[in-house]
């Protein structure tokens, strides 16, 4: 599993014309599932997009809170590499285990997503800029 989280000061999806997930500062992830990925991916992506410390403290230090440790938005859309990708039925049941276990490690009210298959206009201002690409692999 792959991810590219990115700091934002606000993100949102929209489908169809309609807003169907945002939210203010926080980190937007874009998320792709391989036909290998399974609940340690989910495990090792949510821990890293829940605990990766991209924003300032109190104090203005860099790089010492975590989106978990401000309480801050989690927006989260899946991105496929199709050479690579698991069929899609199966990428979205596990996709929605991926936000299952982010919202149960931190607060369901706070995690939003897009709309899987759906073309998604998906806008995002960037702070920092700060993108990290993670993936899932670099945990063995």
């Given at each position: 599993?792959?991810?590219?989280?990115q700091?934002?000061?606000?993100?949102?999806?929209?489908?169809?014309?309609?807003?169907v997930?945002?939210?203010?500062?926080?980190?937007?992830?874009?998320?792709?599932?391989?036909?290998?990925?399974?609940?340690?991916?989910?495990?090792?992506?949510?821990?890293k997009?829940?605990?990766?410390?991209?924003?300032d403290?109190?104090?203005?230090?860099?790089?010492?809170?975590?989106?978990?440790?401000?309480?801050?938005?989690?927006?989260?859309?899946?991105?496929?590499?199709?050479?690579?990708a698991?069929?899609?039925?199966?990428?979205?049941?596990?996709?929605?285990?991926?936000?299952?276990?982010?919202?149960?490690?931190?607060?369901?009210?706070?995690?939003?997503?897009?709309?899987?298959?759906?073309?998604?206009?998906?806008?995002?201002?960037?702070?920092?800029?700060?993108?990290?690409?993670?993936?899932?692999?670099?945990?063995?």
């Amino acid at each position: 599993m792959r991810a590219v989280l990115q700091r934002v000061t606000q993100a949102s999806v929209e489908v169809e014309g309609s807003v169907v997930g945002a939210i203010n500062k926080g980190v937007c992830v874009l998320v792709g599932i391989t036909h290998e990925d399974g609940a340690k991916d989910i495990e090792y992506i949510v821990r890293k997009v829940l605990n990766l410390r991209v924003f300032d403290d109190e104090d203005g230090s860099m790089w010492k809170k975590s989106v978990k440790e401000l309480n801050l938005g989690v927006l989260s859309g899946s991105k496929p590499d199709f050479h690579l990708a698991m069929k899609s039925a199966q990428s979205k049941e596990v996709y929605q285990q991926f936000l299952d276990k982010l919202r149960a490690d931190y607060r369901p009210d706070m995690v939003q997503d897009g709309s899987f298959g759906a073309m998604m206009n998906v806008k995002i201002q960037n702070d920092g800029p700060v993108t990290i690409i993670l993936d899932s692999r670099d945990s063995a």
